[in-house]
């Protein structure tokens, strides 16, 4: 701001003298700013006032100087003696790095008001005012250091809890209808009546744990109940102790994982995102994809895919799931189940509007949409289009299409929306220029588009196979 006081260096070069020389007799002048080089002290189209130095040039004055490449207005920060000579240091006080030093021969003058939008505001450059502008910019100066100097902590910080976390292995106690599986590590507690003894167990990939009691050794945990376990502990340790009190928690999931594939979202979390995640107990679909990131705003919410170990598939509707409450949209997941989240650009979820459109083409079906909606999402209708017989195909089972027509001119003019036709994946929209009334005449006039709109489901059927 201020950095500049005209688009022309070798013009601003020559008027130095000039200006000078008004200075020297105690003159003042008028400097238009350009630049956002000394927000906010100064605005791009102020007009400063300049007037001479009345003593030695103080450090948080704004000055106008004779530079290098042409005439600023910026603030004077530093004062340095070199080789005998005084040098004058200058920085915007929105600028990041300091201009090069000149010679007092340079300082032209110092600021004495400004001119913003008609109206004259005095500069104080009383030493307090001075001091505060000061402290100003060399907090400025070093805010990206301490900026850095923060973000290093930060991170520290994030390291030292991560490792933290890592290492202090935190106990979970699982809900009772979850069974052990392989991998699983739980902490067992077991009170005799004169000790507590704790232990470590891991459940190995046949089913058994071992603990290091004596008559005891390995027993099967690996598809059982954290309540048959205790049982079973409990039993086998009646044997040994008069009096026994077990607490059976668990350090680590790992006996039931799923695997989450598809459009995504990776967050902040370390267990968000695709990737194989363990089943901490009953978990439904919905409450899975939650904890490990949710759907990308790319996914397609009405085809999300379930298959089972055993090949079984299921395709669940998320907005079913969530605003119906349908527990056929929400399964339950179990262990080794893949789910999949497609991407709406590679699924068969898409309607053709053609025609008199603004912007005829391809239009994504998320959840539910009419007719209204698709040509509203098509940009509307030109001033040709034929409102009055808009041309709806659909699909039938047999492979034939089905023609409907709609009145648009109707609807705008009733406000009927009763004539809104539901669109479904696979629909056609086409807007002719005047009436149609038979299948032949519309198949006439959409023909060259029909080839491509083929291609796409052959490639969209390859993709789904």
């Known amino acids: 701001m201020g950095r500049r006081t005209g688009t022309d260096d070798a013009a601003a070069r020559e008027a130095a003298p000039v200006l000078d020389a008004l200075l020297g007799i105690g003159g003042l002048i008028s400097v238009p700013v350009r630049g956002p080089s000394m927000q906010p002290a100064l605005m791009d189209g102020d007009v400063v006032i300049v007037a001479p130095f009345l003593g030695p040039p103080r450090p948080g004055q704004i000055v106008l100087a004779r ?39 340079d300082l032209l003058g110092r600021a004495v008001a400004l001119v913003r939008q008609g109206r ?68 067992l507690r077991i009170w005799n009546g004169e000790k507590l003894e704790e232990l470590q167990l891991t459940v190995q ?133 893949l789910v999949y989240l497609p991407s709406l650009s590679m699924g068969n979820r898409k309607v053709f509007v053609l025609g008199e459109v603004r912007t005829p083409g391809i239009i994504n079906i998320i959840d539910k949409m009419g007719l209204v909606e698709a040509i509203s999402r098509a940009g509307g209708f030109t001033q040709k289009g034929y409102m009055k017989g808009v041309v709806v195909l659909k699909p039938k089972p047999d492979g034939e299409p089905d023609m409907m027509l709609a009145n648009f001119k109707q609807m705008y003019k009733k406000g009927d929306l009763s004539a809104d036709v539901p669109l479904q994946p696979g629909d056609i929209v086409f807007v002719p220029r005047r009436k149609i ?18 291609s796409i489901y052959i490639i969209d059927n390859i993709r789904k196979d």
């Not at 530079?67 to 910026?74: C, D, E, P, S």
């Not at 004077?76 to 090069?100: F, K, M, S, W």
């Not at 070093?142 to 490792?163: E, H, N, Q, S, T």
Request: hydrophobic share 40%.
């Open 67 to 105: 530079l290098r490449h042409g005439l600023v207005v910026h603030r004077l920060v530093r004062i340095e003696l070199e080789a005998g000579r005084r040098r004058y240091g200058l920085q915007g006080d929105a600028n990041g790095t300091p201009d090069p030093g000149i010679l007092r021969e």
């Open 120 to 187: 004259r505001f005095e500069i104080d450059d009383r030493p307090a005012t001075l001091r505060r502008a000061m402290r100003r910019l060399a907090l400025r100066r070093r805010a990206p250091r301490l900026l850095r100097g923060a973000a290093v902590l930060l991170m520290a910080v994030l390291c030292a809890i991560g490792w933290t976390s890592a290492s202090q292995e935190a106990t979970l106690a699982p809900s009772p209808e979850y069974r052990f599986g392989p991998g699983d590590v739980l902490s």
């Open 205 to 337: 990939s046949d089913g058994e744990a071992f603990l290091p009691i004596t008559g005891i050794g390995a027993m099967p945990i690996g598809g059982r109940s954290v309540l048959e376990v205790k049982e079973d502990l409990k039993r086998r340790l009646g044997a040994i102790y008069n009096e026994t009190y077990i607490e059976l928690l668990l350090l680590k999931y790992a006996g039931h994982r799923v695997h989450l594939m598809g459009e995504v979202r990776t967050t902040a979390r370390i267990d968000s995102g695709p990737g194989e995640w363990p089943l901490k107990g009953p978990t439904r679909l919905v409450s899975f994809l939650s904890d490990h990131g949710g759907p990308s705003a790319d996914a397609d919410l009405m085809r999300i895919h379930v298959i089972r170990r055993d090949g079984e598939r299921h395709v669940a509707n998320l907005f079913r799931a969530v605003f119906q409450g349908l527990p056929e949209d929400d399964p339950l997941l179990k262990n080794g189940d």
């Open 437 to 454: 009334a038979t299948l032949q005449e519309v198949f006439s006039v959409i023909n060259p588009a029909l080839g491509i709109i083929q």
